[in-house]
T-cell receptor, first 118, second 114 residues
Framework: AQTVTQSQPEMSVQEAETVTLSCTYD???????LFWYKQPPSRQMILVIR??????QNATENRFSVNFQKAAKSFSLKISDSQLGDTAMYFC???????????????FGEGTQLTVNP | NAGVMQNPRHLVRRRGQEARLRCSPM?????VYWYRQLPEEGLKFMVY????????ESGMPKERFSAEFPKEGPSILRIQQVVRGDSAAYFC????????????FGDGTRLSIL
């Protein structure tokens, strides 16, 4: 079974600054996917960024980037130039790779509540 | 292109009643997942379905809970004889058939048990 750990229940950052959210996971799988989802006060679940474990290059989406360390089983999210709209709960999630035509469950961490202060 | 549609957004039931939660996946998506989020917690997997098949129900409570995804119509998560502990947000997600694509989530159904 896989586990995902987010050790920072709450974090805060000043607008325009950079913040890094931590995530570690435990798995015996070699091929898998990692995700960060954002849940704002509206409670929607919004995909922020995705990383394939077989890719060494860290994923980047505009102001969001990850630091993926496969050997250490670490997957942190960096948010640059923080904006007020980034205030949300952030969940790290793991999904093991299966056959091309199959799906697989997501295993979530407990979340980090990020507050961006003006 | 409509996203994952869940209804109702809010559902109030009294203890002992039945709750039915509906989920229509995104167009072209044939995989449906249900997750439960208890207050102040992360999302926990419940069940994974494809059309007319339950693929993985290892996260589903053994009693009172059932799920289906019929050939026609939305996926249904059914909770019989609800109890206070069933109060939670229930999220549905869908993904396409080919390749391990990210799951797209609906807005959730907030179930409150009186």
């Amino acid at each position: 079974a896989q586990t995902v750990t987010q050790s920072q229940p709450e974090m805060s950052v000043q607008e325009a600054e950079t913040v890094t959210l931590s995530c570690t996971y435990d798995t015996s799988e070699n091929n898998y996917y990692l995700f960060w989802y954002k849940q704002p006060p509206s409670r929607q679940m919004i995909l922020v960024i995705r990383q394939e474990a077989y890719k060494q290059q860290n994923a980047t989406e505009n102001r969001f980037s990850v630091n993926f360390q496969k050997a250490a089983k670490s997957f942190s999210l960096k948010i640059s130039d923080s904006q007020l709209g980034d205030t949300a709960m952030y969940f790290c999630a793991f999904m093991k790779h299966v056959a091309e035509t199959s799906g697989s469950r997501l295993t979530f961490g407990e979340g980090t509540q990020l507050t961006v202060n003006p | 292109n409509a996203g994952v549609m869940q209804n109702p957004r809010h559902l109030v039931r009294r203890r002992g009643q039945e709750a039915r939660l509906r989920c229509s996946p995104m167009k072209g998506h044939s995989h449906v997942y249900w997750y439960r989020q208890l207050p102040e917690e992360g999302l926990k997997f419940m069940v994974y379905l494809q059309k007319e098949n339950i693929i993985d129900e290892s996260g589903m409570p053994k009693e009172r809970f059932s799920a289906e995804f019929p050939k026609e119509g939305p996926s249904i998560l059914r909770i019989q004889q609800v109890v206070r502990g069933d109060s939670a947000a229930y999220f549905c997600a869908s993904s396409p058939r080919n390749k391990a694509q990210p799951q797209h989530f609906g807005d959730g159904t907030r179930l409150s048990i009186l």
